[in-house]
């Protein structure tokens, strides 16, 4: 189903990679890469069984600004693993991400609201 929509890849937390390890193989199979979502204050190392780590600048589900401390991460990361970021990504934020390797980058509330 998603091939058809455009999806590139699946992203889920740690936890929940290593509960659907069968149905992400089966995503795989149909070209899908699978990405593990990692808080920006984890250890700065690759994920087994992930194809890439989606550096989460902020809690889900919180409307905080994104901690720049994230950047660290993606800095050690990049390079070593396909890294991206999600969670309070302004403009600016986005641009260091972006110098620093990181893709895709993923913004909503940040760039569309003004404080």
Not at 4 to 21: A, F, K, M, N, Q
Not at 67 to 85: I, K, N, Q, S, Y
């Amino acid at each position: 189903m998603g091939l058809d929509l455009g999806v590139e890849r699946i992203s889920l937390s740690r936890e929940l990679l290593d509960c659907y390890h069968s149905a992400l193989q089966d995503a795989r199979q149909r070209g899908l890469a699978v990405w593990c979502e990692l808080p920006h204050d984890a250890p700065a190392d690759p994920v087994a069984g992930a194809d890439g780590l989606l550096i989460m600048l902020i809690r889900p589900g919180t409307t905080e600004a994104a901690d720049p401390a994230g950047l660290t991460t993606v800095r050690a990361l990049a390079g070593r693993v396909p890294v991206g970021v999600d969670g309070g990504v302004t403009e600016t934020l986005a641009r260091e991400c972006a110098d620093l390797g990181a893709s895709p980058i993923i913004s909503g509330r940040a760039l569309l609201t003004t404080s």
